[in-house]
């Protein structure tokens, strides 16, 4: 399994890493996403682009396609699915199996914090509400009125809801990583091929999520590549913080040490 790929899908392993203190695996997602993300900052341009790849001199026709506004409504609700599911995982307790859907409370609780702390959190309510980066269909470059910025910069260009960083591919992501998280709890029932197609289906999301913003102008190409980079992170951070909770046990508070418990050990 790729590192960066066990490091955030992994539970057990990160459960594992977490009770020794190892934080190498973080660093190598933090490492990734700071490579990926050096070129838009030395070269701005490349968003530039890619948005007039879509651009006919007037505006941005797919903005207004019905097959891309279906594709979006259905990418922009259907991340509302597993967050509703381990909502009610966590407060149904005892009345529902300790493994639902084939995940311990503790995934389930790892997928909601994910959801919590990455889209609604850091990328609504933090980054798109303060960074003030205009959308591409709003800067001058593209029949608008606002002036470009590159994704590092602070800027004055936008009052609310900015294009840095993308909310719906953020969803999308962390619906990818539940859905993988689903699958590694169902791969001895489903078999190896229905596994890796899964998979495959599950990345194409946040893909076709973010070809739908760029192509109608609601994003730039760095806007999504962060949105994916940064809810990576939190998915990480998120798996670790649950680790040593008692989530699993239904019976008892949450706010309470397990009992019996031994470190690491679910």
């Not at 009125?145 to 960083?165: G, K, M």
């Not at 008692?246 to 031994?262: E, F, M, T, W």
Request: charged share 10%; hydrophobic share 50%.
């Amino acid at each position: 399994m790729h590192p960066i790929h066990r490091c955030v899908f992994d539970t057990a392993h990160l459960r594992a890493i977490t009770t020794r203190g190892d934080t190498k695996q973080t660093f190598v997602v933090i490492g990734a996403s700071a490579m990926v993300t050096l070129p838009f900052g030395i070269w701005p341009q490349l968003d530039m682009a890619t948005a007039k790849v879509f651009f006919d001199g007037a505006g941005f026709p797919l903005e207004t396609n019905p097959l891309n506004n279906a594709l979006r409504w259905v990418l922009r609700w259907t991340p509302f699915l597993p967050l509703l599911v381990g909502i009610f995982v966590l407060c149904a307790g005892a009345r529902v199996p300790a493994l639902a859907f084939g995940l311990p409370r503790k995934d389930w609780a790892a997928i909601i914090l994910t959801f919590v702390l990455g889209p609604a959190l850091l990328v609504n309510l933090g980054l798109k509400a303060h960074w003030g980066r205009a959308r591409p269909r709003d800067a001058a470059e593209f029949a608008g009125n606002a002036i470009f910025s590159p994704p590092h910069q602070l800027a004055d260009q936008c009052a609310a809801n900015c294009s840095f960083v993308s909310g719906e591919v953020s969803a999308v992501t962390a619906l990818t990583l539940a859905l993988i998280m689903l699958l590694a709890a169902s791969k001895g029932r489903i078999g190896l091929r229905a596994y890796r197609s899964g998979h495959v289906f599950a990345w194409m999301l946040p893909f076709l999520s973010a070809f739908q913003h760029i192509s109608a102008g609601g994003h730039f190409l760095s806007d999504t590549i962060m949105a994916v980079l940064l809810t990576l992170i939190v998915a990480r951070f998120c798996n670790g913080l649950v680790a040593a909770s008692p989530v699993d046990n239904p019976s008892q508070p949450a706010y309470l040490p397990p009992i019996n418990a031994r470190p690491g050990i679910l």
